[in-house]
Structures are given as C-alpha cells and as structure tokens.
C-alpha cells in the first residue's frame, strides 16, 4: 500500500475510529504522507511496540555487534544554532528543536536493531526506518486526552545530575515553554486542560549510556464522539509541539531554513488504536536506511540561553543503540 495524502489520511483515520475498527497509524513530521490501516490487514514488513502492545515475539540480545557515528562537525552545528539565535532574538520563535542526520555503521540490520532494542514506543518500517523511542505523544482513554512532553537531558552518571537538570534555568525554561504549548495544543481540542505532573525525571538507557530526561503530563477532557474524528484532531495537534517548538508556524518555517536535510517521518508519530482508546509515540531514536547507508537523525530545543557545545554533545549522546 502507498503512502496515503494529508486530506485522505486523515479521512481514513477518522472512518476507522467511527466503525471502532483497531487500527495503526503513522504520520510524517510534516503530516503529508500518512499510513492507517486495520491491525487485522497490516502490510507485510511493519512491526510495533506500543506500551504493552506488540505484533512479533521478544527475542533476547546475545551476539556481539560494531556501532560508529560521524556526527556533523561541532562547527557547522554552531553556524546553524547562531541562525536559529538570531531568529529568537528577532522574535520569530522561543524554543526551536533543532536536528541534524549523522551517518552511522554497524554490523546489525535495521530488523535486528528494531528486535534487540530497548523502548516503550518501536517502529520497524519495511527495511526503509525503525524508531526506538522514549516519549509518548498522546494517550486517549475513555474521553480523556493526555500528552507527555520530553524536554531536558542530561548524563545520568554526572554528580548529582538530577538535582542539576532540574536547577538548570536553560532547561526550566524550555521546559515551561513546551508545556504551555502543549496546554494550548490540547485547549484547541478539549477542555479542562491541566497539569497533572510537573518536571518529573526518567532513567533511560542510551547504548552504554544512561540518561536522564526531564517530562510533564498534561490532560483535557474530549468530546465522548472522539472517536468519530480521531484524524480531524490529530491533524490539529501536529507536528508535536516537543519536536518543533513555540510559536508553531513560524518556528517549523525555520526549521525549513537551518536543518540541512528532510525530516521525512522523523519527528513524526504513530499509534494504535485498539477499538477503544489510543495509544501513540514521538518518532525520535531514528534510523533510516538510504541507498544502502545508515542515517541517525537527532538534535535537542535551543533556547536563547542555550550554550553551543553542550547542545551538540546532546545531539551526539542521542545517538546510540539501545540494547
């Protein structure tokens, strides 16, 4: 089946809510090309973890395997965040993610990557991208909506690292950016918008790595027809506001202008719904395979306050492989 348009995705979405048939969604970051299909018919070649659902069998990690990265040079980067500070300071935007696509080599195939991973939220693509992701995008049970915005990382093994995540005044300040966009967000949809938890710290595991990622919970209530246009409100909560950033419109335009390449699906989110709510992750952790060759796509939100190198050994600890 070929990627559906923005207009007929999002119809399709909806038509699969109303008869309450379990579905799989996937959207790109820019929503122009979008995939729902029932569970029952699912193309051959596509695989998920979503929460406690999964369509294949756990298979343990026991072989050994070879993983490098070429990130981009820490001056491009520089050059690019300095726009991006320029844009700011202009007033154009507050919080921007800014990403960039580093080549990787490993041993592993992408299936054998997807399989072995470590994630709450995996998406293995037909052989073309698979995602490892931590963060939730929306859940919906019942008629309540909720949303978990990651912002804020840091090395788990730093001296009192934790403490130090949540004095730092650049992260809270990102942090409170994206949560009041994401109280807005859900304001558009719904109704009784609050925030039920704060800055909450999570341990991840990245590769040899482990990290510690800031999160918040937000929440409203929704009509209890949701299910009659679950596509109708995704398409106006898109992009995710934790992987764009604030305002919306014209931070994605600068997005367009100092990312040296397409995002395409990263960034992007998928879900399922199973007949009666809904379940759906952010499409960070990211692999592509072009032409043979692997590709990590990765970045982090720049602030006004953001420091130039410590952002980009953000972008470079995202990447790894998470076994």
Known sequence: MSWLSKKKGFETINCLGKTNTPFLFIVSYDTHKILAQPLD???????????????????????????????????????????????????????????????????????????????????????????????????????????????????????????KILANLKEMAEHVMIVDLMRNDLGIIGSNVKVDSFRDVQKIKAGKKELLQVTSKISATLDKNWKDHIGTLLEKILPAGSISGTP????????????????????????????TSLHSGVMIRFIEKKEGKLFYKSGGGITIDSNALSEYEELVDKIYLPF
């Open 248 to 275: 919306k419109k014209s931070t994605t335009n600068i997005i367009k202008e100092v990312e040296n390449f397409e995002r395409e699906f990263y960034t992007g989110v998928f879900g399922v719904f199973d007949g």
């Open 41 to 163: 018919s699912l193309d051959e070649g596509i695989f998920y973890k979503i929460a406690e659902k999964r369509n294949y069998k756990v298979k343990k990690h026991t072989s050994s395997y070879t993983f490098s990265k070429n990130p981009t040079p820490f001056l491009t980067y520089q050059k690019a965040l300095c726009k991006v500070l320029q844009e700011i300071k202009q007033g154009n935007t507050y919080l921007l993610n800014l990403t960039f696509k580093t080549p990787i080599k490993t041993n592993y195939s992408l299936k054998q990557i997807f399989t072995y991973s470590r994630a709450k939220y995996k998406l293995y693509y037909k052989d073309k991208f698979i995602c490892f992701s931590p963060e939730k995008f929306i859940d919906i049970k019942d008629n309540i909506i909720s949303t978990y915005p990651m912002k804020g990382t840091i090395d788990a093994n730093i001296p009192n690292a934790k403490e």
